[in-house]
């Protein structure tokens, strides 16, 4: 799809047609309701979590997630599950995740028909992208790919102190979207500490939350293995941070995933897997796992949320890379061409599943506004 250089005003910018309350300025005044709205749901999690530790079945908590056996031509991967046409159907309008690795440290999810409409209507139809080009960051290493974080708002002077703004307030972001973002922030985090996978603090009521868009404006490429919360590896465990990576084009994405798949080999010899995430799915990894992305053809556009305790100081641009030498499998990683990576490891039943969530996204937009500008398109600025 292609992106107009401008909305509706002189000047060539675009203009903001509805004013809303800056968020700080919304809890003060509602500061009982906020507090007893947030008092009300921790409540209820952790009834639901008493609930299901009468439940839990005995599990390994070593699993180490098989690796698929693969033709010596086609990238390693990952065996993950693919969501099938059943379950994008039972899922299409509301929020259920689902492990994709028996130790806690990946789930998959079919995003919410909701959900995924407002991130098409803000960040694919408009100017949005066409706004914060100027704005967004390349990533070292990948001249092909930048990145945008909502909290550094809109212009260069509040670009240069993103400490004192909340994403919330960012203009470009409708209020549906904000509403959309927090809803499947909140169940995300509902669901993990329900089972323990996070652990709220006494007098924590609920996680930090960092959205931001991920853009392919050149050539896809490999990038180093990271960790995007430095010492997230060392990090207690029910307070490590988990980073959502959800496709916004029907092409979908594709991550590295570095980690030990050999039960006989020791924890600490890791080597790289690929994963794939088709469109209408969203990946949920644990941020002390090893990954590494820049991938997809031109245009390619992809959400990307940091979910963390507030305790944890936030350097929105500071990574922790592997070490040089600590890895046996970097020569598979330069062996795959990371311009085809995608098309390699689309399977059947990923283009199947792919074209089930789209079918059902046509049935529930019954609008030509929407679908004559082909938001399910890779972008063209």
Request: charged residues 20%.
């Amino acid at each position: 799809m292609t992106v107009p250089s401008s909305v509706t005003v002189p000047g060539n910018k675009i203009s903001v047609l509805r004013v809303r309350p800056a968020t700080s300025e919304l809890v003060s005044k509602f500061r009982s309701e906020v507090k007893d709205w947030y008092s009300k749901r921790k409540k209820k999690l952790l009834d639901r979590r008493r609930c299901w530790l009468k439940k839990k079945p005995m599990s390994n908590s070593n699993h180490r997630p098989p690796a698929l056996e693969t033709d010596p031509s086609m990238p390693p991967q990952v065996s993950f599950p693919v969501l099938n046409n059943i379950q994008i159907s039972n899922e299409f309008h509301s929020l259920s995740i689902r492990a994709a690795s028996t130790d806690g440290s990946s789930y998959l999810f079919v995003v919410p028909f909701v959900s995924m409409r407002d991130f098409l209507v803000n960040f694919k139809i408009g100017g949005f992208c066409q706004h914060v080009k100027g704005l967004m960051q390349v990533i070292p290493g990948n001249p092909g790919t930048s990145y945008y974080q909502f909290h550094w708002m809109t212009s260069k002077k509040e670009f240069a102190d993103t400490k004192s703004h909340n994403w919330r307030d960012n203009s470009l972001l409708q209020d549906t979207t904000c509403y959309s973002l927090e809803s499947m922030i909140h169940q995300i985090m509902d669901r993990l500490a329900t089972q323990g996978d996070i652990v709220l603090e006494t007098r924590e009521e609920c996680w930090e939350f960092y959205p931001s868009i991920v853009f392919t404006k050149g050539s896809a490429s490999h990038q180093k293995p990271h960790l995007d919360f430095p010492m997230a590896n060392l990090m207690r465990a029910g307070r490590v941070p988990y980073v959502l990576h959800l496709p916004l084009c029907k092409e979908g994405l594709a991550l590295q995933i570095w980690r030990c798949w050999d039960e006989t080999q020791p924890l600490e010899k890791i080597s790289p897997r690929f994963i794939f995430v088709p469109f209408g799915s969203a990946l949920l990894l644990r941020a002390d796992v090893y990954h590494a992305g820049c991938y997809g053809s031109k245009g390619n556009l992809r959400l990307h949320a940091m979910i963390f305790p507030p305790d944890i100081p936030r350097e929105t641009r500071s990574l922790q890379h592997l070490r040089e030498g600590t890895n046996t499998g970097s020569h598979e990683i330069q062996d795959v061409d990371p311009l085809s990576l995608l098309t390699l490891l689309q399977s059947d039943d990923h283009q199947n599943t792919t074209a089930h969530y789209i079918t059902l996204l046509e049935k529930s937009i019954v609008s030509p506004r929407f679908w004559v500008v082909k938001p399910l398109d890779n972008i063209i600025l």
